[in-house]
């Protein structure tokens, strides 16, 4: 089926093939756009601009479509991510990811969902493009060294080096994560420990240098720069929950292949957290309230009826 967006681009000399080619690959063009670049709303610009490219080429000469556009998004994404860190430079407060619901887009993680977590996104950003875009190919899809070269225009041997050296400054930058059920463990044991106001119970749930990220990208009230260590951590956590959690729900959602929590005030959703769980306890809590990245996660939930300032039921 071809979309709404492809329709209204489509001059007219697009074929009901050439679309549902392309059809096919959007998942994989926005997951590589996505990962490269951390947001959404860029990911969705550089596939539409993908479809321009590929709305204008003469696909008799294409031999492989979905190579081809992946190519496409790639190399686009290259060139996307040197001038969005030029504007990162400028943001006020840490940056954080866009974050996804891949619950509502399960393709989104579904393969290979390791480098789309919201941890490893952030560690991304101290790649070069080039050493990003190997690592999201190979590490995200599979894709061979061969199809690597060819894609970003790199010796097969490079590509090797290059992935290697992108490897393991992610896996040098966080410690083993806990997995799924483990992870969602932690993060209720941190929402129960906060929404009681126990310094207590939440210091044992975070590890001695844990790190807390705000983002508010200076439109809303956040913490300017990072706070690290249990204690002062637990301190700003149960300050804010205390000067801002009056009339506030949480509900759960997945966010980036992990549990995370929503929050959000009379229906409108406020902010997002999700957590970097290790087997010695939460080392990185991440909070979005940078109201943008927060449009694609819907309507708040109320299910569990929960306020913040309530433990779970």
């Known amino acids: 089926m071809v979309s709404a967006r492809v329709r209204c681009i489509d001059s007219g000399g697009v074929t009901a093939d050439s679309a549902a080619e392309f059809e096919r ?3 994989r063009l926005f997951g590589v756009a996505y990962r490269m670049l951390g ?10 601009d993908t479809w321009l490219r590929w709305s204008a080429v003469d696909r008799n000469a294409v031999r ?11 190399r686009l994404a290259i060139n996307a991510l040197t001038s969005a860190r030029a504007r990162r430079e400028t943001y006020q407060g840490p940056w954080l990811p866009e974050p996804v619901d891949t619950q509502a887009d ?13 941890a490893v996104l952030l560690l991304m950003e101290k790649l070069t493009s080039t050493e990003r875009a190997v690592f999201v190919l190979r590490e995200a899809f599979g894709y061979s060294f061969a199809a690597i070269a060819e894609t970003v225009d790199i ?14 400054h992610v896996q040098s930058g966080r410690s083993a994560p806990v997995d799924r059920e483990g992870h969602r ?8 420990a906060a929404g009681a106001g126990d310094m207590a119970r939440l210091e044992a749930v975070l590890t001695e240098s844990v790190v807390s990220l705000s983002d508010g990208g200076g439109k809303v009230t956040a913490a300017r ?25 949480v509900d759960i959602v997945e966010v980036n292949g992990r549990a995370a929590a929503r929050f959000s005030r009379a229906g409108d959703v406020v902010g997002v957290c999700t957590i970097e769980g290790t087997a010695a306890g939460i080392a990185k809590v991440m909070i979005v309230l940078e109201p ?6 819907g309507t708040a939930r109320k299910s569990d009826g929960r306020t913040v300032g309530q433990e779970p039921g």
């Open 25 to 27: 690959a959007r998942p």
């Open 39 to 48: 947001s959404a709303a860029d990911a969705e610009d550089l596939v539409q």
């Open 64 to 74: 492989d479509p979905a190579a081809f556009l992946t190519t496409i998004v790639t």
């Open 106 to 118: 399960p393709a989104l993680g579904a393969v290979r969902a390791e480098a789309v977590d919201f």
């Open 155 to 168: 010796t097969e041997s490079n590509g090797r080096q290059i992935f290697r050296r992108a490897r393991d």
């Open 185 to 192: 463990l932690l993060l209720d044991a941190f929402l129960g």
């Open 225 to 249: 720069v990072p706070v690290v260590g249990r204690a002062r951590v637990s301190q700003f956590l149960l300050g804010v929950i205390g000067k801002f959690g009056q009339g506030m729900s």
């Open 292 to 297: 943008s990245k927060l449009s694609r996660l």
